[in-house]
Every structure is written in C-alpha cells, then in structure tokens.
C-alpha cells in the first residue's frame, strides 16, 4: 500500500513574543512527528488544547510548512516542489474545513461564487461545467438550490459549514481534513454535520484527518486514533481498541474520562498542569503527570513499540498491560495508587 500521505520526522517549532528583546521564546507545536495516511482512511486526532492537533493537521494537509521533516504528498517532497507546483497540488488534491464557518466563508460573496471559485482559480472545465457542477456540489451536501444566491449571512450555522464541506470538496481532492467542524454549531445540527461527513467520505473514497476536543465523536468517526501529548505523537490506536486495549496511560486517561464504562465514577486523575510547550519536559513530555513516570522517563522518550495487534503503536517505557481494562484502572485509581 503507498501512503497517500506521509510524515517523516516533521517538527514545527514557532517563535513566540515574549523571552525577552533578543531571545524570542521557541514554541514546540509538533515535534519528530511521523504518520502515514492511506487513501480512503479516516484518521481522529485526540488530546488537550495545546498538545498540536491543528498544527499536525495543517502539515498533513500542506498549508503549513514545517520547520523541518518532510511530507511527501502522492510520494512526492511537499516542500521540495516549486511553489506554483505545490498549490495547485494542493489547492486541487486537499481540503480543509474549519472550526468556524462564518469566519471561513467570505461574507460577501453567494454560495454560488463561494462554490465556483475554486473551480475558477484551478481552471477547471467551462462555464457552463463550473455552474453544473457547483450544483452538483450543492445536492452532494444536502443544500437546496434555492440558496445559491444567498449570503453566509442568510444561512444557519449547519447551512454554512455545508457551504464550507462543499467548498473543500469542490476539486475533488483525496484528502480532506476537518478540524473541529461541529465545535462552533448548535448541538442539534452537529450529529447531521457528522453523519454528512461520514457518508461523502465513503461514497467519495475520500482519507479524512479529524480533529475534535469530543473524543468519543473522534473514535466513532475513525478508523485509527493519534493520541498528542504536548507537540508529540504518542500512540496509534485502531479506533475499535482505543477505550480498552491503548497502551500509553494518556490514551487510557483520555479515554476514562468519558461515558460509556458501567460504572461512571472519577477518571484517571492527571495531576498538575501541562508542562508549557515552550520549555517541554526532558525524556517523555507525559512523564510530570503520569501515575507510572519513573527516572527511566525522565532520561529519554522511547522509541515506538509495536503492540499486537495491526496499526497499533506507542511510545511509552511503562504501557499499561494490554488486558487490563480502562475500568479497572479508573477503580484502581481511587482512592489508592494506581499500578
Ligand atoms: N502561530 C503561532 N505562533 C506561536 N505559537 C503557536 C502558533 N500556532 C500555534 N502555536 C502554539 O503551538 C502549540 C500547538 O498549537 P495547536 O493549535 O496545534 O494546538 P491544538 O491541539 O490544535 O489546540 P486546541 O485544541 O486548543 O485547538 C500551542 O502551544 C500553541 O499555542
Ligand atoms: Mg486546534
């Protein structure tokens, strides 16, 4: 299988305000990231706010550079290409949708010219193909056609973020990446938002990176689930063994905080803050608030392990045992320690 998409130690290091005149603070937003995306998968992104989730998503889809590492699209070097190269391989071969729709749509423009514009940068077809398929893009997301004319101001949020999928899919791309699309809509049109997402990507064969803070909405979507910790990829986890079966005791965390064990009580506490990713901790970044860090931890960040079952990985010197269950973690954790 080629990887339609393809991470190779990427960092993304920003430089903040702050630090002082002369030395700027260094932000480490991704760090050694590697990840390969195969056509037609659907890959959720989980951790806490800061951890990287939207920088990762940027770099996968080519409209962030990083600092270093590369990112082959369709086997070829992203940033290696001549820049005229890369966005139209880019504008023509990626989509993204964002957290807010309002924000992401010009508020001066129809939906019809939102939708042909794509179409009209990249030269595609005539102007007669250009207003067929703007309505074909409609219908695919379940607009009627009567808002054609209408402004993003005239629509409801749910109406909005539709303009916005059917924009990304305008060119017919292979990969889409969707980065909190439903955080921004009203609870009763995000399970629809969903359910379009999910049925466009099966019937356009389409990879998907998902990113959402609703970690369950996250498993359900995916078919492997990235867990970050400050900047770094963590884990790999095939979505069906995320909440039971992860090995890395963030994923377990992450996962015991949420409905769904029978019986609801406290998760897996974390304790203390996220270290800032300004100055990350030495040796595994989880270590300052894992229940099993030990000096080991503090020494290095270890390699990925392999777990045994396909497209399950993780960096961890202590991983939880595989047969041990989210639940009895969480029982274990209250009020003794946990092992
Ligand atoms: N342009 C920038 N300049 C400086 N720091 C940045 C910039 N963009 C992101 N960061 C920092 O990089 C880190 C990762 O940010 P990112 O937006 O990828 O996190 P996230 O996981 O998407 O967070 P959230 O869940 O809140 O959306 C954060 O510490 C953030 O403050
Ligand atoms: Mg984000």
Same mark, same amino acid.
């Given at each position: 299988?080629s990887?339609?998409?393809?991470?190779?130690d990427?960092?993304?290091?920003?430089?903040?305000?702050?630090?002082?005149?002369?030395?700027?603070?260094?932000? /480490?937003?991704?760090?050694g990231?590697?990840?390969?995306?195969?056509?037609?998968?659907?890959?959720?992104?989980?951790?806490?706010s @800061? $951890?990287? *989730?939207?920088?990762?998503?940027k770099?996968?889809?080519? !409209?962030?550079?990083?600092?270093?590492?590369?990112?082959?699209?369709? @086997?070829?070097?992203?940033?290696?290409?001549?820049?005229?190269?890369?966005?139209?391989?880019?504008?023509?071969? +990626? @989509?993204?949708?964002?957290?807010?729709p309002?924000?992401?749509?010009?508020?001066?423009? +129809?939906?019809?010219?939102?939708?042909?514009?794509? =179409?009209?940068?990249?030269?595609? #077809?005539? *102007?007669?193909?250009?207003?067929?398929?703007?309505?074909?893009?409609?219908? =695919?997301?379940?607009?009627?056609?009567?808002l054609?004319?209408?402004l993003?101001?005239?629509?409801?949020?749910?109406?909005?973020q539709?303009?916005?999928?059917?924009?990304?899919?305008?060119?017919?791309?292979d =990969?889409?990446?969707?980065?909190?699309?439903?955080?921004?809509?009203?609870?009763?049109?995000?399970?629809?938002?969903?359910?379009?997402?999910?049925?466009?990507?099966?019937? &356009?064969? =389409?990879?998907?990176?998902?990113?959402?803070?609703?970690?369950?909405?996250?498993?359900?979507?995916?078919?492997? !689930?990235?867990?970050? /910790?400050? #900047?770094?990829?963590?884990e790999?986890?095939?979505?069906?063994?995320?909440?039971?079966?992860?090995?890395?005791? /963030?994923?377990?965390?992450?996962?015991?905080a949420?409905?769904?064990?029978?019986?609801?009580?406290?998760?897996?506490?974390?304790? @203390?803050?996220?270290?800032?990713?300004?100055?990350?901790?030495? #040796? $595994?970044?989880?270590?300052?608030?894992?229940?099993k860090?030990?000096?080991? $931890?503090g020494?290095?960040?270890?390699?990925?392990?392999?777990?045994?079952?396909?497209?399950?990985?993780?960096? $961890?010197?202590?991983?939880?045992?595989?047969?041990?269950?989210?639940?009895? &973690?969480?029982?274990?954790?209250?009020p003794?320690?946990?092992?």
């Open positions: 299988m990887a339609l998409v393809e991470l190779s990427a960092h993304v290091v920003h430089r903040a305000r702050g630090g002082g005149v002369f030395t700027r603070n260094r932000v /480490y937003a991704l760090t990231a590697d990840l390969a995306l195969a056509p037609g998968e659907t890959v959720g992104v989980v951790g806490e @800061g $951890c990287g *989730k939207s920088t990762l998503a770099v996968v889809v080519g !409209v962030e550079r990083p600092t270093s590492g590369t990112v082959l699209f369709r @086997g070829r070097d992203l940033w290696a290409m001549p820049p005229a190269e890369r966005r139209a391989e880019i504008g023509a071969g +990626t @989509g993204m949708i964002f957290q807010d309002s924000t992401a749509l010009n508020r001066r423009l +129809t939906v019809h010219r939102i939708l042909r514009d794509p =179409l009209d940068v990249h030269e595609r #077809g005539t *102007k007669a193909q250009r207003a067929d398929r703007v309505r074909e893009l409609m219908s =695919l997301v379940g607009l009627p056609r009567a054609a004319d209408a993003p101001g005239q629509l409801s949020g749910g109406q909005r539709r303009v916005a999928i059917a924009r990304a899919l305008a060119l017919d791309p =990969l889409v990446v969707a980065d909190e699309p439903t955080s921004a809509l009203d609870v009763s049109v995000r399970a629809q938002i969903l359910n379009l997402l999910l049925d466009l990507k099966e019937r &356009l064969g =389409l990879a998907l990176v998902f990113v959402s803070h609703d970690i369950q909405t996250v498993r359900r979507m995916s078919d492997r !689930v990235i867990t970050m /910790y400050l #900047g770094r990829i963590v790999e986890t095939p979505a069906a063994r995320v909440t039971d079966r992860a090995r890395h005791p /963030y994923t377990r965390a992450l996962f015991s949420t409905p769904g064990l029978l019986a609801p009580v406290e998760p897996i506490p974390l304790t @203390g803050p996220v270290p800032s990713a300004t100055r990350p901790p030495s #040796g $595994c970044p989880f270590r300052t608030r894992c229940w860090a030990d000096e080991v $931890c020494r290095s960040m270890p390699d990925f392990s392999a777990a045994s079952a396909p497209g399950h990985r993780f960096r $961890c010197h202590h991983p939880v045992q595989e047969d041990r269950s989210t639940r009895d &973690l969480v029982r274990r954790s209250h003794g320690e946990p092992s």
